[in-house]
């Protein structure tokens, strides 16, 4: 009883061993490269400082975005920004009638501009080898809100508008070292808010 019991055990044995050699031989094991596209579901996080032009009081001002993009594939990426974009301006009017003293009137404005998007991007990754940047073209839709604020020597307010906001901005990718994970990145487009 013994020995049949000992040699049960060496044919479990000797098959596990021989099972095992056998399907190690088949198997193969793709390491990852550093920083190549393999998952669709990597997601991008930017946070982004500039500025931009308001073309009705003809000022610059200070533009923040951060932004999150998903990578449906290294070509197509769809994702959302939100903007913080605000212009300062101060301005004199002259002989302006108040009380019938006809003194001049000086104005501060602060224009605050929160506008989201949903963004869609189309990037043309086989260029950087190339041309040393890896160019990109987007589109947004969304909302904005709009908060006006002045003072003058004889008012001071408060307003707040909405409206719908559309964007396209064209971008380059450019990367210092072909090893790193980090792109900085030059946006150069046009943004239109109705306001309402």
Do not use: C
């Not at 021989?18 to 088949?26: C, D, H, N, P, R």
């Not at 009638?97 to 989201?116: E, H, M, Q, R």
């Not at 943004?191 to 309402?196: A, M, N």
């Amino acid at each position: 009883m013994k020995s049949r019991l000992m040699l049960t055990a060496v044919i479990i044995i000797i098959s596990t061993i021989l099972f095992a050699q056998e399907q190690g031989q088949y198997r193969t094991v793709l390491p990852r490269e550093k920083n190549v596209f393999v998952n669709p579901s990597d997601n991008e996080f930017m946070i982004k400082a500039g500025t931009g032009y308001a073309s009705d009081p003809g000022k610059f001002g200070l533009d923040i975005s951060l932004n999150y993009l998903y990578n449906i594939d290294p070509v197509f990426v769809f994702g959302f920004e939100g903007d913080f974009f605000w212009i300062h301006w101060k301005s004199k009017l002259e002989n302006i009638n108040i009380a019938a003293t006809g003194a001049s009137v000086n104005a501060k404005t602060d224009l605050y501009t929160l506008p989201f998007f949903a963004n869609a991007q189309v990037r043309f990754p086989f260029l950087r080898n190339k041309i040393h940047v890896m160019p990109a073209a987007t589109v947004g839709i969304g909302y904005a809100v709009m908060i006006l604020d002045y003072t003058s020597d004889d008012s001071e307010g408060t307003k707040i508008y909405g409206g719908l906001a559309l964007q396209g901005f064209a971008s380059a990718y450019y990367r210092m070292y072909s090893e790193s994970a980090v792109d900085f990145l030059f946006d150069i487009g046009y943004r239109r808010l109705d306001f309402k």
